[in-house]
């Protein structure tokens, strides 16, 4: 088993960050990479960036790119979202989730159903 619990949403105005963690706590080791989706009422969960625990590859969507950032810190086996530039359209719950296995492609980091583990989401309202 493997918890995962998000920090760090909340409210913020058009222009403004937020940085967002995950902790993961139990069977760490055996994650092998960490990946952040979003959503909101009525629609589908979208990816929004994973990273791989070793060597530390990132992956983005691109309508976050050059805005975000995905980042980790091994030792306290969290995973960050640096969120600048937000925008109105980014306002979402966001998740974290932990893939313990080997993927097949690249792209299968995007796919939620890739993912074992999930965190209970957190908001962010960006205001214009």
């Known amino acids: 088993q493997v918890q995962l619990v998000e920090s760090g949403g909340g409210s913020v105005q058009a222009g403004g960050s937020l940085r967002l963690a995950c902790a993961a706590s139990?069977?760490?080791?055996?994650?092998?990479?960490m990946g952040w989706f979003r959503q909101t009422p009525g629609k589908e969960r979208e990816f929004v960036a994973a990273?791989?625990?070793?060597?530390?590859?990132?992956y983005y969507a691109n309508f976050v790119r050059g805005r975000f950032t995905i980042s980790k810190d091994n030792a306290k086996n969290t995973v960050y979202l640096q969120m600048n530039s937000l925008k109105p359209e980014d306002t979402a719950v966001y998740y974290c989730?932990?893939?313990?296995?080997?993927?097949?492609?690249?792209?299968?980091?995007?796919?939620?159903?890739?993912?074992?583990?999930w965190g209970q989401g957190t908001q962010v309202t960006v205001s214009s």
């Open positions: 990273m791989t625990w070793s060597p530390g590859v990132k």
């Open positions: 139990g069977r760490t080791f055996s994650s092998r990479a």
């Open positions: 989730a932990a893939q313990l296995h080997a993927v097949r492609f690249s792209s299968d980091y995007e796919r939620q159903d890739e993912y074992e583990y």
